[in-house]
């Protein structure tokens, strides 16, 4: 089987390419099935690297995705500079300028974000969990762009979505005290099994943060991971899982 995607709705210039996986399509087994793309989760490496090559393969990618090292952090891998020898780098977005150079991120939950500007001279892809969110991910990879915000587009790939996402209040207090728009992006659950916990929605938080940096042109898969198991991984329904990966780079084809 051929691996499946997804391809972003919205308006990119002609010479983007991007991509979110789903799970089908790959070799893995069990609670990776099948087309797991992290290589740090528990599966087989020989697993990982057919998965991927097939990804490539499917895509006609230019060349094998600049995979990171995520650690919900802040960091901005620039992927202009000369890569270093060994493991992924240590980052949670990367940014290019140079055609046939992939940016990728792996999530299983966490909401992938694709940049490009209107010029398609730059893109990005950023891996924006709430810790990201909060620690300003997504304000450090719109730096790391150099272009106009007014000029970009972001798109919001899929995510657990705001039905299935638990927080603590202490996860709340803190975007509000950064920001006391995001209130509503967080619903008291009742029903839940812990009390005082409330239901964030990921999507709006990241929303927020763009719109506040001046990124109004902001497009969504609006895909719950949590609720499509055939369709996606998803770290807090399954635990120990695959990941998924999201896609973004130039070619040079122009309109």
């Known amino acids: ?6 391809t972003p709705d919205w308006p990119a210039p002609a010479n ?15 609670v990776y099935r099948s087309l797991n793309l992290g290589d740090h989760v528990g599966d087989a490496r020989e697993n990982v690297l057919e998965n991927r090559r097939r990804l490539r393969t499917a895509l006609d990618l230019p060349e094998e995705p600049r995979w990171l090292r995520q650690v919900h952090g802040v960091t901005v891998a620039n992927l202009d500079l000369p890569a270093g020898a060994g493991a992924a780098q240590e980052a949670d977005a990367a940014v290019t300028r ?5 940016c990728a991120i792996l999530t299983a939950d966490c909401l992938p974000v694709l940049l490009t500007d209107i010029n398609g001279d730059a893109v990005a892809a950023a891996h924006a969990g709430w810790r990201g969110l909060a620690s300003g991910v997504l304000e450090a990879t719109v730096s790391h762009l150099g272009q106009d915000p007014a000029r970009l587009l972001a798109w919001l790939g899929p995510a657990i979505g705001p039905q299935r996402f638990e927080v603590g209040s202490e996860v709340r207090a803190q975007f509000i005290g950064a920001d006391p728009r ?15 916990r409330y239901l964030a929605d990921l999507g709006l938080l990241a929303r927020q943060r763009l719109e506040a940096l001046g990124v109004t042109r902001i497009f969504a898969s609006r895909e719950c991971t949590h609720s499509r198991t055939e369709r996606f991984f998803s770290h807090r329904r399954d635990g120990q899982t695959g990941r998924q990966a999201t896609l973004i780079w130039k070619t ?3 309109s």
């Open 252 to 254: 040079n084809e122009h």
């Open 182 to 196: 995001a209130e509503s992006a967080f619903a008291p659950n009742p029903e839940g099994p812990h009390p005082g």
């Open 98 to 102: 140079r055609s046939g150079v992939v």
């Open 1 to 6: 089987m051929t691996p499946r995607v997804i």
């Open 16 to 30: 983007i390419r991007a991509y979110s996986t789903l799970r089908d399509g790959g070799v893995s087994g069990a």
